[in-house]
């Protein structure tokens, strides 16, 4: 079992960042993959960006590239989602999530292949 818990997530206006963090707990941290996604009222949840369990390789929603980053801290058990010039539509509940299945490799940006999910953290950004 893996244990996820989101924070850093709060009220800031456009053009402003905020840092997510999910610090994880359980099973071996270091080989899940992690990945964020976000979920807005009336919209479904969409994939916003993942990291494999090596850090080498990130994938991001087209709609965040350039602005958001993701990173890891093996040692600390954290993923980090860095998110710079939010836009009132980056409004929605964020929640990380952890796998290590092959389809984290092959699919990252698909909620199914995550088996792990927090309890979400509430970003809104106001214009």
């Known amino acids: 079992q893996v244990q996820l818990v989101e924070s850093g997530g709060g009220l800031v206006q456009a053009g402003g960042s905020l840092r997510l963090s999910c610090a994880a707990s359980?099973?071996?941290?270091?080989?899940?993959?992690m990945g964020w996604f976000r979920h807005a009222p009336g919209k479904e949840r969409e994939f916003v960006a993942a990291?494999?369990?090596?850090?080498?390789?990130?994938y991001y929603a087209d709609s965040v590239k350039g602005r958001f980053t993701i990173s890891r801290d093996n040692a600390k058990n954290t993923v980090y989602l860095q998110m710079n010039s939010l836009k009132p539509e980056d409004t929605a509940v964020y929640y990380c999530?952890?796998?290590?299945?092959?389809?984290?490799?092959?699919?990252?940006?698909?909620?199914?292949?995550?088996?792990?999910w927090g309890q979400g953290t509430q970003v809104t950004v106001s214009s």
């Open positions: 359980g099973r071996i941290f270091s080989s899940y993959a």
């Open positions: 999530a952890a796998g290590t299945g092959s389809g984290t490799v092959i699919f990252p940006r698909q909620s199914s292949v995550y088996d792990y």
């Open positions: 990291i494999r369990w090596s850090g080498d390789n990130t």
